[in-house]
């Protein structure tokens, strides 16, 4: 209730009131508009939209992120141009949420060149051993590759591999899968990469994988200037393969023939290295084992001798009359 005192006094008292109480109300329904849509966080470069993450967590992601940043634009020769909306979710319901149940599951992240925006998993639920940084710094690429080729055909292979590159991204068993996938002749070709988002999950990460290889022994061979003057040609709407000859110096169609006849020998001697190096070890494993069980048999061979022994003296031990 308003103390009316005079006129002027009970107005200005009772407007101040209503306004601390509209106040008061707006911050409530910030707040929980807040706690159901996330929070937003907004730096140079990046703007975070996330739910359940402390601010700890945003503040080191975007210190490595932007470290990141720094190498991958360091050899695309570029520069990210506006900011990238990275949005975290914690679950998969909420990545289906966020990408309107468009990606594949095994997929840890998708971006949105056009828009800026890069949707990721966090560790909690994404089990492929890649860093949440290295997820973001992986799909950024994605955008900063399209800034220089804008809506341009690229193959898949290549920017998946040049992200996975640049981000130094390395999932949990690739090599081996690789290895085997190669001894078994089952490498699938780069072509093939181009529809990876309707693979499986093994096919995927072997296609992840495969576009990884392929992409590093193209850089390692060529170098990045070359890599960049591909990308140029590509931004400036020269065919993809015509790009690769200009810039590369060699046929598309030969280079990915030969790399994969490369590929399929290299590999199937490093994994048939590695199962010989899996022998090796089993029959260490086993010589060990040996030697443990006969050092065991020896003492309960020198125990049981020891016992006859003690049994021989006690029945000739000499008996003396009391």
Known sequence: MCKLINKDDYFSKCEKRQLRLILQTFLVFLLFISSIAGAVRIKPQFQYDYIGADQEYIDKLDIELKQKLKYIESNLETELKGSVKVILTLSEDDFARKTRGGVPGWAGGI?????????????????????????????????????????????????????????????????????????????????????????????????????????????????WRAINDLLSRIGDGTEFEEAFFLAIGVDYEFWQVEWLEDARTKYSVMALLEMQNLIWIIILLLAILAMIVTFVRRKLQLRRWTEEEEDEDDYNEPIFPE
């Open 111 to 223: 971006a949105y060149p056009q828009q800026q925006t890069v949707v990721l998993k966090t560790p909690l639920f994404f089990g492929q051993g890649v860093p949440v940084e290295v997820l973001a710094a992986h799909e950024v690429t994605h955008v900063l590759i399209h800034q220089i080729i804008g809506d341009n055909y690229l193959p898949r292979w290549l920017e998946e591999g040049l992200c996975q590159v640049l981000a130094g991204e390395s999932r949990t068993g690739s090599f081996g899968a690789m290895g085997r996938a190669a001894a078994a002749n089952r490498l699938m070709g780069l072509p093939r990469v181009d529809h990876v988002l309707g693979f499986s999950r093994p096919d995927a990460n072997l296609a992840y994988t495969e576009s990884r290889y392929a992409t590093a022994a193209l850089v390692d061979r060529f170098g």
